[in-house]
């Protein structure tokens, strides 16, 4: 579990996030996200893929700051980092092709991680798990905390028993495990799938739960249902 900070930063209600996310993960638009001042994914020492449709960006960023990187298919190219972990881009705390940023960058949200209730990496996201840690979400009905209790019990799932996955085949970086957790949630949500199976059974219900999510199906008693209903608030 996240150890809370004093700074607080509000990062909307937790309904209309999730639903504007699932979306996204289906295909739709990408999630505009209240950076405010934080650059904490500019300088966390992430190499920023390069697609083809990123033709603004390609068009502005230097050669010599591209890196190689095995296996790319034809017009994909990664952008490295300096030492210090700064995106070559980034000048003065701010980056200097922002109309032009790359997809990645537009599709980045640390919220994901304070949903899922896990940090967003070891020491070189140190900026980023600050951020992480503020993040307070608002629950419009106590449906929305539930589902959102839910997902914290399926990272914390997948990032400590991934030993129960057949294969060890469960994701281990950060942006997995909250990914799968959010595909997964109703395997947990109020006990739900979860209370009657052991580690091994939860990990194939959470195979299956991503699978359902993937083919269009899924997210249990029906997210939409749960985002309409009319129940009291509940304290964030
Ligand atoms: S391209 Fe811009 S938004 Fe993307 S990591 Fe670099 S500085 Fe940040």
Redesign the pocket.
């Known amino acids: 579990m996240l150890r809370p900070v004093d700074e607080e930063v509000e990062a909307g209600e937790f309904g209309a996030w999730l639903e504007a996310t699932v979306a996204s993960l289906r295909g739709g638009a990408a999630v505009e996200v209240p950076c405010g001042s934080c650059?904490g994914?500019?300088v966390s020492a992430?190499f920023?893929p390069l697609r083809p449709g990123d033709r603004g960006?390609r068009a502005r960023i230097p050669a010599q700051v591209l890196v190689d990187a095995p296996d790319q298919p034809p017009g994909h190219a990664m952008?490295g980092h300096g030492a210090d972990g700064h995106?070559?881009?980034?000048a003065a705390g701010r980056?200097?092709?922002?109309p032009d940023?790359?997809q990645?960058?537009r599709d980045y949200d640390c919220r994901i991680f304070a949903a899922a209730g896990i940090e967003a990496g070891g020491p070189q996201r140190r900026v980023i798990n600050q951020r992480v840690r503020a993040w307070r979400f608002s629950h419009a009905h106590a449906d929305l905390q539930r589902v959102h209790d839910a997902i914290r019990l399926a990272a914390a799932f997948i990032r400590d028993r991934w030993q129960a996955f057949p294969g060890h085949c469960a994701p281990t970086a950060p942006t997995g495990i909250a990914v799968l957790a959010l595909k997964a949630y109703p395997v947990f949500l109020d006990g739900g799938a979860a209370a009657g199976l052991d580690d091994a059974g939860r990990a194939l219900a959470i195979i299956q739960a991503s699978r359902d999510f993937d083919q269009g199906s899924g997210l249990g008693p029906g997210l939409p249902g749960l985002l309409a209903s009319t129940d009291p608030p509940s304290p964030a």
């Open positions: 650059v994914c500019c992430y920023i960006a952008m995106c070559p881009m980034l980056c200097t092709i922002y940023r790359p990645t960058c």
